[in-house]
């Protein structure tokens, strides 16, 4: 009997059944049996201690009734235990006989050691265990373990007890064991093999199919499957039988079509391997065609940039199997006509919405007749050299904006906050008396206001402007900037947000991100001049440090709000897509747009350490992505105001700008402040030395010559820790702007700035 066999399977499953069986038999044998003769040996030897008890305590009576208790005790005692020795010891017919220890744990009566001595020097611990007045517990006996069982007298103190060896305690146990195992291994013998017998005859007629079978698979289709069975067997072994003469026909067939093939496959395998092996050893995509432009050679690479295998491209058109190489076809027909070779650069590919570029080269094969004519095509990726390229144009590019920005901001935004400032002060002179000189003046502050935007959203691009970053709840944000653009778009615009954020803030500027959201809805709006659905979604992803690594942008692993403005508008034109977060580039009319809408988002999600990026299709809308970090700080809702509010006060003006001094000053005075002017840093300097505290707040500018106001801060707070300083430019740079975060500055006025900004941020600097 093989051991692989059904019949040696089942019978290990059986006899495994009755050696599971006879072991739980046993354990719960043993446990059952193990309980009855604890209780049983308790309730034999409780007896014969009490026995022994009450023997003592007729001794006590009769010792208490001579009336001379302490002259007769010890000859009571000492008849008693002449008594036990006589009544115990004498008769060899008991095997466990009685042990008395007097108060100390001395024998007075033992079977092997003699009055005196103590149990203590076969177990230490024995002695320790009589604390109850009566119980059992076990231990060592001469080195062999014992039950113990005792109850001690108390009018003599001494202990009655038992030393019972366990294998003398459980004797009976081990015995009804052992036969018990005796029994059940017997009988499951027994019935093991008759079990045997009855299985090996009902399976006989399985094996005897087996073995035909065998001799079908291994070639032998003559010989007929029978069995001698009437059962479900023999409808099984009918059914192979007639399998058997289907193989043997279809096997028939077969050996026909192979002979007719074999030697046609053998000329086509050789001719293919010998091609494969030219075009598969090269890292460029290798494509050949025939006359007809059906595809004769793929190789490997062409495998791997289209994902279709050599066996589905074969002897298919060009055109079917690489349709995007559709530009090439009229150079690819004028190729094989002029047999010259001709080149496309840097093509365009998108793939697994990625964008690829590719050199395309075509290599017209040298053949004497036309009718064999063809060409090979090879493709090669440059994407990485392509995005080299770009990146570095880009770079040279932002750096040109940046240089641009810095180089007129300063001028530019000065003059500005002059003719705000005093474009503010008339109106507030004249609004009342003079309304059309009011409202010329409201026509300046709105002009200075659009060039101040201007000039921000470049330096913004160019980073150059000052972030203002807080702790912001993004959901928010939202809200407020949909209920800004319900009243800015056409109503025949359905706005929606599906707002699904968990963890909503961020640390950022909240003006500077409410304008990202405002212009990309505007823009989303222009795309539908006929109405049409803007949803603004939210989600939180998480960005691992392979992805953050990979991105252009300047990421950390974390986890992120993913914003999401889809518009069904009419999308953006390939050749577009990569030009819209480009500085002054629009598609709309002249006077319609300055281009820098797109830009300065750009920059400021840049600057939040975010992600930006654009999908779309032309007629089908467009879709952009923001994706901005979490932060674990508690959001703060940002009030807008833009009333002035009154304060008293003694200011330093400090702007190398006249315009500035003497506008700003009339401003702060009309305020209700007392106003001192310096027109650099030094001069601030020395005033605030010796003005001996009576500035409350100084109004600094950054750029100025002599000593500009990093410089002038640096040197204030080497004397004057606690001043109250105000920062004011038209840009920092970064760096700068990371030096002046460690001065404990009040407040941060960017220029130009309105009479409301000014007015609030003094307030609440001198408020605190």
Same mark, same amino acid.
């Given at each position: ?119 203590? &020097? ?75 017998? $009855? ?65 046609? %496959? ?71 006509? %002029? ?42 990726? $440059? ?185 069904? &508008? ?80 003694? $200011? ?22 007392? $106003? ?93």
């Amino acid at each position: 009997m093989k051991f692989k066999s059904l019949t040696s399977k089942l019978l290990l499953f059986i006899i495994a059944s009755f050696i599971l069986v006879i072991a739980g038999v046993v354990v719960i044998a043993n446990y059952h049996l193990t309980k009855i003769i604890d209780k049983s040996q308790e309730e034999i030897f409780t007896e014969k201690i009490n026995v022994i008890w009450e023997n003592l305590d007729r001794s006590e009576d009769r010792l208490n009734q001579t009336g001379l208790r302490e002259a007769y005790q010890n000859d009571f005692q000492t008849a008693f235990l002449s008594t036990m020795q006589s009544t115990y010891y004498a008769q060899s017919i008991i095997h466990i006989k009685p042990i008395i220890l007097d108060p100390a744990g001395k024998i007075l009566l033992h079977p092997s050691l003699h009055k005196g001595e103590s149990l203590s &020097g076969s177990d230490a611990s024995i002695n320790e265990k009589f604390a109850d007045e009566q119980g059992n517990f076990y231990s060592e006996f001469s080195g062999d373990p014992s039950w113990y069982i005792y109850k001690k007298f108390e009018p003599w103190n001494w202990i009655i007890l038992y030393a019972v060896p366990l294998e003398v305690k459980y004797r009976d146990k081990k015995t009804f064991t052992a036969l018990l195992l005796a029994t059940m291994f017997t009988v499951s013998i027994i019935v093991t093999l008759l079990l045997s017998i $009855v299985i090996a005859r009902q399976l006989r007629p399985i094996k005897t199919l087996t073995k035909i079978t065998s001799e079908i698979a291994a070639g032998e289709m003559e010989k007929p499957i029978l069995t001698d069975s009437h059962d479900e067997i023999a409808t099984l072994a009918e059914s192979f039988d007639q399998m058997r003469l289907a193989v043997k026909d279809q096997f028939h067939k077969l050996n026909l079509e192979m002979k007719e093939r074999e030697h046609i %496959e053998k000329e086509l395998v050789e001719l293919k391997q010998y091609l494969l092996d030219i075009i598969n050893s090269m890292s460029s995509a290798i494509i050949a065609i025939n006359g007809e432009k059906k595809i004769t050679q793929w190789n490997i690479s062409a495998e791997i940039r289209s994902g279709i295998s050599a066996e589905k491209a074969l002897s298919q058109p060009l055109e079917t199997v690489c349709p995007e190489l559709a530009q090439t076809y009229p150079l690819l027909t004028e190729s094989i006509r %002029e047999r010259r070779i001709k080149k496309f650069s840097k093509q365009e590919r998108i793939s697994d919405e990625n964008t690829i570029y590719e050199d395309i080269t075509i290599f017209p094969l040298s053949t004497t007749s036309l009718a064999d004519s063809g060409a090979v095509i090879r493709i090669d990726n $440059v994407t990485k050299e392509y995005e080299f390229e770009q990146q570095i144009s880009h770079r040279s590019k932002m750096d040109a904006i940046g240089q641009l920005a810095g180089g007129v901001a300063h001028d530019f935004n000065n003059m500005l906050s002059g003719i705000l400032g005093a474009a503010q002060l008339i109106q507030r002179k004249t609004e009342k008396d003079q309304p059309n000189l009011a409202q010329m003046s409201e026509l300046i502050i709105q002009a200075c206001t659009r060039a101040a935007d201007l000039t921000q959203k470049l330096l913004s691009f160019g980073r150059k402007g000052k972030i203002i970053s807080t702790p912001l709840n993004i959901h928010s944000l939202i809200t407020d900037t949909v209920e800004l653009l319900s009243r800015t778009i056409d109503k025949k615009i359905n706005m929606t947000c599906a707002l699904e954020a968990k963890n909503t803030t961020i640390f950022g500027d909240g003006s500077g991100l409410q304008n990202v959201l405002m212009n990309i809805g505007i823009n989303a709006s222009h795309s539908m001049p006929d109405g049409g659905e803007f949803i603004i979604r939210t989600k939180n992803t998480w960005l691992d440090k392979m992805y953050c690594d990979s991105s252009p942008f300047d990421i950390e692993e974390g986890e992120y709000v993913q914003i999401e403005f889809e518009d069904s &508008g009419c999308g953006i034109a390939p050749e577009n897509i990569k030009k819209i977060f480009d500085p002054f580039f629009t598609t709309k009319e002249h006077g319609k747009g300055a281009g820098l809408g797109l830009a300065a988002a750009y920059g400021a999600i840049r600057d939040h350490s975010g992600i930006i990026a654009v999908e779309s299709k032309l007629d089908k809308g467009t879709t952009f992505s923001v994706l901005l970090p979490c932060s674990e700080s508690e959001a703060q809702n940002d009030v807008y105001k833009t009333e002035i509010v009154s304060g008293t006060g003694n $200011v330093l003006l400090v702007d190398d700008e006249e315009v500035i001094r003497l506008t700003c000053s009339q401003m702060l005075e009309d305020m209700g402040y007392t $106003v001192f002017v310096a027109s650099n840093g030094k001069e601030a300097v020395d005033m605030i030395r010796e003005s001996d505290n009576r500035i409350d707040v100084t109004i600094m500018d950054m750029i100025m010559p002599v000593m500009d106001g990093q410089k002038a801060i640096e040197t204030i707070r080497s004397f004057d820790a606690e001043m109250k300083i105000i920062a004011s430019s038209g840009f920092v740079k970064d760096a700068e702007n990371n030096r002046l975060e460690s001065f404990n500055l009040s407040g941060f006025l960017h220029k130009p700035y309105k009479i409301s900004e000014l007015s609030q941020l003094l307030k609440a600097t001198l408020q605190n």
